[in-house]
């Protein structure tokens, strides 16, 4: 399986922005969304088992990312609202044989798309 993100942009403080990412082929794992800004780690934000029956997020943005899939498209959202300065960064998304917050536990990674907010 290929993952392909997509979505990213520049835009201003307090919008929405949905990312996409795209699998080559239908999957049955798990998928997760990350992201990591310059000069940090590459960071947790969201997963969503095959069904879409249980999600994960990470508290820093819990009350403003969601996420979701469709199967039959073989695609993983990551809907981000209220964005801030704070969350520009390259967004991946990747795919695991389980739901988890633990990066290592992800052995399929898209190329990245980058989000950048401005003040």
């Known amino acids: 399986v290929q993952l392909q993100a997509s979505g990213g942009g520049l835009v201003q403080a307090g919008v929405s922005l949905g990312l996409s990412c795209v699998a080559s082929?239908?999957?049955?794992?798990?998928m997760g969304w990350f992201r990591q800004a310059p000069g940090k780690e590459r960071e947790f934000l969201a997963a969503?088992?095959?069904?879409?029956?249980?999600?994960m997020f990470a508290n820093s943005v819990k009350d403003r990312f969601s996420i979701s899939r469709d199967n039959a498209k073989t695609t993983v959202y990551l809907q981000m609202s209220s964005l801030k300065p704070d969350d520009t960064a390259i967004y991946y998304c990747a795919a695991s044989p389980e739901i988890t917050v633990q990066r290592d536990k992800y052995d399929i990674w898209g190329q990245g798309t980058l989000v950048t907010v401005s003040s």
């Open positions: 969503i088992n095959w069904s879409g029956s249980a999600t």
């Open positions: 082929k239908q999957t049955d794992r798990s």
